[in-house]
């Protein structure tokens, strides 16, 4: 069983550059029940699965999660919008931490 599973090639249409990308052969289930986090370079994180903020300040943010908890270590946060359980929070973002 290839973990990779099948190749599909797909071809950018303002360079005509071809990248190959593989499909996994099955998705587990738990790579769809946990939070989805979107990261825009060191600027902004966009996390999907969060139930609430634990703790808060300027230069740290801690956020309840599915499994856990994520940390994100950085200077001048802002949450932008928390509904839903989608939070979008803004800064200089030098790390993240996942922990239980």
Do not use: H, W
Not at 49 to 66: E, M, P, Q, R, W
Not at 71 to 81: A, E, K, T
């Amino acid at each position: 069983m290839n973990i990779l599973g099948d190749r599909f090639v797909f071809e950018s249409k303002k360079k005509g550059n071809k990248f190959n990308f593989f499909m996994p052969d099955a998705i587990n289930k738990e790579m769809l029940s946990g939070a989805n986090i979107q990261l825009f370079s060191n600027k902004e994180i966009i996390v999907d699965g969060c139930s609430k903020v634990s703790d808060f300040n300027a230069d740290y943010l801690k956020l309840k999660i599915t499994k856990g908890y994520l940390i994100i270590n950085g200077n001048n946060f802002n949450i932008v919008n928390f509904e839903e359980g989608i939070i979008d929070v803004t800064g200089d973002i030098s790390s993240l931490e996942f922990c239980l």
